[in-house]
């Protein structure tokens, strides 16, 4: 009797893996049913195919071998439609070339795409039969959500980092609901940012003196100009800072110490200037013959250090409100301190630190002192549409009309008349503690730490049985809409055109789509988004070794992030297909990143947009970031790269290494010059670490010629880099440029790996095997146009899994907790 080995799949480490993205036909919820798909009477019976199996599969993936944890020995093509998490994976690992394993016998391209598409077919035939949109764990807010939606709801900007602990992350992003727990701690940090975002939001007159530290980067090197701060500038600090009050400010920059506590680079005189929304407000001039009498500190450098800081000391009178500022230093002509003493682009590591530029540490802003009242603010603009008047009725009708105005915004939702009337009580709390603006503050606090705002809750409709599939209401849809796009609530117009039940209403959804795209909170995308997928969030705390790579620092770090972003960005505002993710001609680049990539003519600390010459640059396998977070800290890492290759670009992560392996290359040093490629086929001698380390170190040894921070080299120390591989499809690569063409043609592999991670961006869950038929009708749409970016996007709103959810019944109230 035939037995179906699917119940002991182990699916992490498994050999025979995950989805593949190619060919369906896909519309709105409705046409999906009934649009023409490739019929498997089309293709050939796959039981007249299933030989494929034994003559190449079932050697490894048996009851006695069991490799990978999947035996596929007793499978039968009669109930592929019921394993299909096991034939998605299968799908996934044939597609891409990585089974059967380099080096084993191999089907025809024919025979492997005809199995694949006949596989594809049934799996995409059983979503239509029977739709599983599946049902993520009840989604709150996280600090990035909390944000913006602050942002948009008060016309307030905050840090909430700064007021909430660090979110989890699953699938490389932490806006997954099953990742995002609740416990006591937390819902305390929500009670408590609420009361500081009312207070600020509102404006407290009887708010005491605070203050803020803004530091600049360790690596920072201060000789260049900052971006943000006045032209002629160089070091320093520019930011945006938000005064609680009408009031006066005390303003303190303080220089980097030695570890003596002398201030550094005082050897020749200096400038540093305050500006206040691009006004110059404050100068103080120091260091040279004024502070170091010819030179000689003696013992008085720390009391020197504080009397210099304390000249920069600064009080002014400041308007309530978000303010732009900037602490620099005037940048000088050249001078004997200027460039003689300058070894290396960052400064930080000069060996005499009495030389070379001065370094700002950090700037405190203290106050409101002496405040004069609340002003006029965009938060307050926002809060107050209404004039409270004298009389207690014409306040309560007025708390009335901005409590339930800010409600229906923070909910996503009309709200109820209990809903009013609770917010209204939490008013008359306030308004007898501190009159009519702490009322108005402590409703503000009821509604952004309630669970109405918090909780994206979804409700099935009563005549749905548990387990079954529903299509969710409009409002419902608009909030994923808005967090999916913007990380943040719904606007106006599409709250209102939800309420009305028209966001269903034929052209009405891709009409906001298209608006929404358009706006610069879809920007979000980028910065929250892509950042993710490309792990550029790690960089962050990536320290190259100085004395390896002594030109890294904070300058070409942050450089480096905004080139992939504004690359990605430019993706999205000109909608240019997915693919130029990889593949685009064109990248961002500055003084900094131009002297990494050997690009003459540019000067200075602006991002522009310029042509990609040179093959292996294209994309973002040629950005410093990647290639700077995907090496350590003393050198490149074969095994990083590859893997962040086949995780991030091709779908597939490797599996996670066995317990207690020995990962330290410096065994094989024994005196001769050995390359990195060397070492790793050394390490991968060992028959365990093998099949893993070769699917990863191809990749690695391809992109070997880019160094740790990714300037090109054609040398490893002393030995020559020989960069020609075999990919474990058997494609022979020998350049970036080469693995970038090996992804190019093979579209399918790229776009439904960017299909899966925006579509998981979208759910707030990880993808499952039943979402992938649905991955592959929005790759094969957009295949019809070019791969833009809209198409995706339009093709991930439009699906099963993004309008619909299966009802779980009381668990849709249930947060993932502690």
């Known amino acids: 009797m035939k037995k179906i080995t699917l119940f002991a799949l182990v699916i992490t480490g498994l ?52 490799t990978g944890g999947l035996s596929i020995e007793y499978a039968s093509p009669d109930f592929v439609h019921e394993e299909g998490e096991v034939w998605e994976k299968a799908i996934k690992k044939l597609s891409t070339g990585q089974m059967p394993p380099l080096g084993e016998a191999q089907p025809s391209q024919e025979q492997r795409q005809t199995f694949i598409a006949s596989l594809e077919a049934i799996l995409d035939q059983e979503a239509r039969d029977n739709p599983n949109p599946g049902a993520p ?22 840090d909430a980092s700064t007021m909430l602990i660090s979110d989890d992350s699953a699938e490389g992003f932490d806006n997954m609901s099953s990742a995002l727990q609740v416990s006591a701690t937390l819902l305390e940090g929500y009670v408590a940012a609420s009361g500081r975002v009312a207070a600020l939001a509102v404006g407290n007159p009887n708010m005491p003196p605070d203050f803020m530290v803004y530091r600049t980067s360790n690596d920072l090197s201060q000789d260049k100009h900052v971006p943000g701060a006045p032209i002629g500038t160089v070091g320093g600090l520019a930011f945006d800072h938000y005064f609680p009050l009408d009031g006066t400010y005390e303003f303190t920059p303080a220089l980097s110490r030695t570890v003596m506590g002398e201030a550094r680079g005082i050897e020749f005189p200096s400038t540093l200037e305050i500006t206040i929304d691009r006004v110059l407000v404050h100068s103080a001039d120091f260091g040279g013959d004024l502070d170091t009498n010819q030179g000689d500190l003696g013992s008085v450098g720390f009391e020197l250090a504080k009397e210099i800081d304390e000249r920069f000391r600064f009080t002014t009178f400041m308007t309530a409100g978000e303010h732009h500022i900037t602490i620099n230093f005037v940048r000088k002509p050249d001078t004997p301190d200027a ?113 109405e705002f918090l909780f994206r809750v979804e409700t099935a409709p009563a005549d749905v049985a548990e387990g079954q599939p529903f299509q969710i209401s409009d409002l419902e849809l608009a909030s994923r809409l808005a967090f999916f796009l913007w990380s943040s609530l719904p606007d106006e117009e599409l709250i209102n055109i ?82 130029d993710v990889i593949n685009a001609d064109y990248t961002f680049i500055n003084e900094s990143l ?20 040179d093959e292996n640059r294209r994309g973002v396998l040629g950005h410093s970031s990647i290639l700077t977070l995907t090496s350590l800290g003393v050198r490149t890492s074969l095994v990083t790269r590859g893997k962040w290759f086949l995780t991030n670009l091709v779908g597939t992560p490797p599996p996670e290494p066995p317990a207690n392996v020995n990962t330290d290359l410096g065994r094989f040093n024994d005196g001769t010059p050995r390359s990195l490629r060397d070492l790793m086929e050394l390490h991968r001698s060992d028959p365990v670490c093998s099949s893993c380390h070769y699917m990863m170190d191809t990749i690695g040894i391809a992109m070997e010629n880019f160094d740790g921070v990714g300037r090109y080299r054609t040398f490893d120390g002393e030995v020559l880099i020989d960069p020609v591989e075999t990919l474990f499809d058997g494609t022979e690569i020998g350049s970036p440029a080469a693995l ?36 592959r009708t929005i790759v094969h749409d957009a295949a019809q146009n ?20 299966a009802n779980e019944g009381s668990s849709e109230a249930v947060a993932s907790a502690d």
């Open 786 to 805: 070019d791969y833009k970016f809209s198409s995706i996007i339009m093709g991930i709103v439009q699906s099963v899994p993004f309008q619909m959810r």
């Open 339 to 451: 460039e003689i003493w300058k070894q290396y682009e960052r400064t930080a590591i000069i060996g005499d630190l009495m030389k070379g530029p001065v370094h700002l540490d950090k700037v405190e802003i203290r106050g409101p002192f002496e405040s004069t009242g609340t002003g006029t603010t965009a938060a307050r603009e926002k809060i107050f549409i209404c004039e409270p008047g004298a009389l207690e009725d014409e306040q309560l009708a007025c708390a009335n009309e901005i409590l339930s105005t800010l409600a229906r915004q923070a909910y996503r939702r009309p709200v109820t008349e209990n809903e009013v009337s609770d917010l209204l009580g939490f008013y008359q709390i306030g308004n007898e503690i501190g009159g009519f603006g702490k009322g108005i503050e402590t409703g503000i606090r009821r509604i952004i730490s309630g669970p």
């Open 740 to 775: 970038r063409r090996w992804l190019v043609d093979r579209p399918n592999i790229f776009v439904g790996t960017a299909t899966e991670k925006l579509m998981q961006f979208a759910l707030a869950r990880p993808l499952e095997w039943y979402d992938m038929p649905h991955v």
């Open 498 to 579: 939800a309420a009305e039940s028209r966001l269903t209403a034929p052209g009405a959804l891709e009409e906001q789509v298209v608006r929404m795209l358009a706006d610069p909170k879809a920007e979000n995308l980028t910065t929250n988004f892509a950042s993710q997928w490309f792990l550029l969030r790690n960089l962050q705390a990536i320290l190259p070794d100085p004395p390896t790579y002594p030109d890294y620092d904070d300058n070409l770090r942050q450089s480096s992030i905004l080139e992939t972003q504004m690359l990605f960005q430019s993706i999205i505002d000109e909608d240019r297909s997915i693919l």
């Open 15 to 66: 050999s025979l893996s995950a989805c593949n993205n190619s060919a369906e036909d896909a519309g709105t919820i409705e046409a999906q049913a009934a649009a023409p798909q490739l019929a498997v009477q089309e293709l050939p019976p796959l039981e007249d195919q299933w030989n494929m199996i034994y003559d190449y599969c079932v050697d490894c993936h048996n009851e006695t071998d069991y």
């Open 137 to 158: 764990v009840l989604p709150r807010l996280n600090r990035t959500e909390y944000q913006n939606s602050i942002r948009d709801l008060l016309a307030l900007e905050i």
């Open 594 to 613: 131009a002297k990494v990539y050997d690009i003459p003519g540019i000067v200075g600390s602006r991002m522009r947009r310029v042509q990609v010459e």
